[in-house]
C-alpha cells in the first residue's frame, strides 16, 4: 500500500532529486565546488521537505479513507472479513485494499499499477460518477458472486486534486443462486384448445373420434415428455398444462413445435388438426397465471388460431399463426349479434362510427351499411372521417353528393364536441386504438362496439360492450353486410349503401380472388339484389393517369427477394392508393407470391403488402409493429430511415422462412 500511496501523492518525485544530484556531481567534476555544494545541500533541504510533506498528506490520505469507509457504519481495521478497496480515478487502479479484498481477488498487495479492470473485465465507474452507490447487477469474480456498493469523494488535499472512490463487494452468492432456482422454478400455466375439433370430428362415427382423441392426446404427451409437467384434459379439447419457467426459454426456441407435430393427425378425409396455446406467466398467483393464460388463448383464437400465445403481466408475445384462417363464423352467431347491435343502437342517442386512419372503401363501406341499421332503428347516425386525407375519395365524393347523407360526415373534433353519454361509438375495420381515424373520440365515449376482421394486435381495443371480430372474414364489409340480413330487409337497403358495401369487399379480396369463402359470396349476391352495380363499383377504383404511370414505376423498381418475394423501396412519397395497387400488381407477376411496397412520408416510412401463397405478411409485419391478416397486411414505422426499415423488413422475412423444426431428417417451417 505505501508504493500505491507514495506514487499518488508524489508521482516522479525521485526523479527530480535524481536530477538534482547529477548536477551537483556535474559541478564538483567541473571543479566547481562551491556551486557544487550548494546543489546538494538544495538537494538535502527538498529531500527533508518532501518527506515531511509526503508525511503529513499520506495522514491526510488515510483520514479521507478511514472517515469515507467510516460513514456507512464499515471499518477499515486490516481484520475486517468485508472485502473492500480504494481506487483512484478514472484509471481504476487500486490504491488501498483489505485482506478479505485480496483474498477475494487473488491479486497481491507488493504488484504496483493493479486496476480493477483485472479483476471485473469491463469494470466501469460511470455509476458513480451519476451519483448512484450501487453497480447495476451483479459480478462474478471468481466461483463468488458479489454485489458492488461504492461512493465517490474529492480528497481535501487541493494540492493533489485526487479523485478516489470507495468501493464494497458484498457476496450474495447464497441470495443469487436462491433467486434465480426461484425465478426457474415459477409455475407457468398453459392451455391447449384444438380449435377445429368441431370440424375435425363433424359426421365421424364414434369409433374414428375415438381412435382421432387418442392420436391428438399422444402428440400433447410427447410434446410435455421432457418438461416434467403436469398435463390434465379438462373438455374434449382443451387441456390443461403447468410446468416451470425453465421449460419455457426451450419451447420458444422451438417455436412451440406442437403447431406443427399436430398437423400430422388428420381425419380420413384429410382435414389437418390444429391447435392454439395460450401460456400465462409471472402472475402473483395461480389463478393470475390461468386468467393470463386465458386471455391468452382468446387473443389466440381471435387472430384466426394455429399460434401460441404468451402473456404476461405487461405483453402478448406471439408464435406461429403463419396459416390462413379456417371460416368459423356461422349464421347463429351473425343472427344474435344482429340482434345485440340493433338493441344497442335503440338504447343510444346519437351513433357515431369510425373507421381507421386514411380510410380506404372497406372502413367507408362497412361504415355506410351500419348508417342503414341506425335508420332502421330511428337514431342519427355520423360517419367520423378525414374528408381530405383518405383512400376512398371517388366513394366519398358520390355520397356526399347524395341529399340523404347530408351532414352524416364530420371530423372526429367536431364529433368529440357533439359526442354526450348516451351516444355510441361503433368502429369498424380496426381493433387498435392507435390506428382510428381520432382517438381522443375513442377515449373519452363511454360505450364502444367494435366489427373488425384483422387479425387482433397485442393492443387492441379493450372493454368494448359488443364485439364481433373474424379474423376468417374478408372484411368488415362482408361482416356488417351479414348483419344486415337480420337486422333489415333488403328494401330497406338503399343502392348507393349496397354499393359501398360490395366496394369493400371487392377491395380487401381483390376482386375476389383472395380470402374469399361461401359467405363471401353470399353477401355479395345479397348485395347485388338490393341494387349494387358491378359497373359503377369497377369505376371507383379507376386511376387517372399520372397514378397509373406511378403504379408501374412502383414495379419497374420491385426486385425479386428468395426467389418468389418482390420488394419495391421508392426513395419518394407516393399515394396510399398507389402503393396498394402496385403490391397488387406485382402478385400478378408470374412466380410471385408476395410483394412488399416502401415508401416514406413526412413523418414515417409505411409498407403495403400482399401474399398469395405460404408467406403470412401479417406475421412479418407484425415484428415492425404492423397489422393486418395472411394475405394483405401494413405497418406504419416512425423514427426510422428508409433503408434500416428495409433492413429491418429484410431480417424479419428471413426470421419469417427460419426453420424451426426437424422432422424425419427434414426441416420444416413454423
Not at 261 to 288: N, Q, W, Y
Not at 310 to 315: P, S
Not at 436 to 462: C, N, Q
Request: charged fraction near 20%.
Amino acid at each position: 500500500m505505501n508504493k500505491h500511496i507514495s506514487r499518488l501523492l508524489y508521482p516522479g518525485t525521485i526523479w527530480y532529486l535524481l536530477v538534482m544530484l547529477g548536477f551537483a556531481a556535474a559541478a564538483a567534476a567541473l571543479r566547481q565546488y562551491y556551486l557544487a555544494g550548494g546543489a546538494l545541500a538544495v538537494t538535502l533541504i527538498m529531500f527533508l521537505v518532501s518527506r515531511s510533506r509526503f508525511a503529513s498528506r499520506k495522514r491526510q490520505l488515510m483520514d479521507y479513507v478511514q472517515s469515507a469507509t467510516d460513514a456507512v457504519g464499515i471499518s477499515v481495521q486490516a481484520g475486517s472479513a468485508f472485502p473492500m478497496a480504494v481506487i483512484h480515478l478514472p484509471e481504476n487502479e487500486i490504491i488501498w485494499g483489505n485482506p478479505a479484498f485480496y483474498q477475494i481477488t487473488g491479486l497481491n498487495d507488493g504488484v504496483r499499477y493493479q486496476t480493477l479492470d483485472s479483476v471485473i473485465p469491463g469494470f466501469s465507474t460511470d455509476w458513480l460518477r451519476e451519483g448512484r452507490s450501487e453497480l447495476p447487477g451483479d459480478r462474478l469474480i471468481g466461483s463468488r458472486r458479489f454485489r458492488i456498493y461504492g461512493n465517490y469523494v474529492k480528497s481535501e488535499d487541493s494540492e493533489t486534486s485526487v479523485l478516489l472512490a470507495t468501493i464494497y463487494f458484498a457476496d450474495m452468492t447464497e441470495m443469487f443462486n436462491i433467486r434465480d432456482e426461484f425465478l426457474r422454478t415459477r409455475p407457468i400455466i398453459s392451455l391447449l384448445l384444438v380449435d377445429n375439433y368441431d370440424e375435425l370430428t363433424g359426421n365421424l362415427s364414434d369409433s374414428v373420434v375415438s381412435t382421432l382423441d387418442a392420436q391428438i392426446n399422444e402428440t400433447v404427451t410427447e410434446w410435455i415428455a421432457d418438461l416434467h409437467a403436469l398435463c390434465r384434459k379438462i373438455e374434449r379439447n382443451r387441456y390443461l398444462i403447468i410446468f416451470e419457467s425453465r421449460d419455457l426459454a426451450r419451447l420458444q426456441e422451438g417455436k412451440f413445435s406442437i403447431l406443427e407435430s399436430i398437423r400430422r393427425v388428420t381425419t380420413p378425409a384429410g382435414l389437418a388438426a390444429t391447435v392454439s396455446l395460450g401460456i400465462g406467466k409471472d402472475g402473483g398467483s395461480f389463478e393470475e397465471n390461468y386468467r393470463f393464460a386465458s386471455l391468452a388463448i382468446e387473443m389466440s383464437l381471435s387472430r384466426g388460431g394455429d399460434q401460441a400465445v404468451v402473456k404476461d403481466r405487461y405483453n402478448f408475445t406471439f408464435f406461429g399463426g403463419r396459416t390462413k384462417e379456417t371460416e368459423r363464423h356461422t349464421r347463429v352467431k351473425s343472427r344474435v349479434m344482429a340482434g345485440s347491435l340493433s338493441e344497442l343502437i335503440s338504447q343510444s342517442g346519437t351513433v357515431y362510427i369510425m373507421g381507421h386512419r386514411m380510410a380506404d372503401l372497406d372502413a367507408l363501406g362497412s361504415a355506410v351499411g351500419l348508417v342503414c341499421l341506425c335508420r332502421k332503428r330511428e337514431r342519427p347516425a355520423r360517419i367520423v372521417i378525414d374528408t381530405k386525407a383518405n383512400a376512398c375519395g371517388n366513394l366519398l365524393a358520390e355520397l356526399q353528393a347524395q341529399p340523404e347523407f347530408a351532414g352524416v360526415f364530420l371530423s372526429g373534433q367536431d364529433a368529440l364536441v357533439e359526442a354526450d353519454s348516451h351516444s355510441l361509438l361503433i368502429v369498424v375495420d380496426t381493433n387498435r386504438p392507435d390506428q382510428v381515424e381520432y382517438k381522443p373520440l375513442l377515449e373519452s365515449m363511454g360505450r364502444v362496439a367494435v366489427i373488425d376482421h384483422h387479425r387482433r394486435a397485442a393492443d387492441y381495443i379493450e372493454q368494448v360492450v359488443l364485439n364481433l371480430h373474424e379474423p376468417s372474414a374478408s372484411s368488415a364489409s362482408e361482416l356488417v353486410t351479414e348483419l344486415l340480413q337480420y337486422a333489415v330487409s333488403q328494401k330497406d337497403l338503399r343502392p348507393i349503401e349496397a354499393q359501398a358495401l360490395l366496394a369493400g369487399i371487392v377491395l380487401d379480396t381483390k376482386n375476389f380472388s383472395v380470402r374469399t369463402g361461401a359467405r363471401t359470396f353470399e353477401s355479395a349476391a345479397y348485395l347485388r339484389k338490393a341494387g349494387a352495380d358491378p359497373v359503377d363499383v369497377k369505376k371507383l377504383f379507376q386511376n387517372d393517369l399520372d397514378d397509373t404511370l406511378t403504379r408501374y414505376q412502383v414495379v419497374q423498381a420491385a426486385r425479386l427477394y428468395r426467389g418468389e418475394i418482390a420488394i419495391a423501396c421508392m426513395e419518394e412519397a407516393i399515394s396510399r392508393t398507389v402503393a396498394a395497387q402496385a403490391a397488387d400488381e406485382l402478385l400478378n407477376i408470374s412466380g410471385i407470391t408476395a410483394s412488399f411496397v416502401l415508401y416514406p412520408t413526412a413523418e414515417q416510412v409505411v409498407i403495403s403488402a400482399r401474399s398469395i401463397g405460404s408467406c403470412n405478411v401479417q406475421a412479418v409485419l407484425e415484428p415492425l409493429g404492423g397489422g393486418g391478416n395472411g394475405a394483405t397486411a401494413g405497418a406504419q414505422i416512425r423514427g426510422k430511415a428508409l433503408r434500416e426499415v428495409l433492413e429491418a423488413l429484410v431480417a424479419s422475412i428471413d426470421q419469417f422462412y427460419q426453420p424451426t423444426t426437424v422432422q424425419d431428417g427434414k426441416e420444416s417451417l413454423t
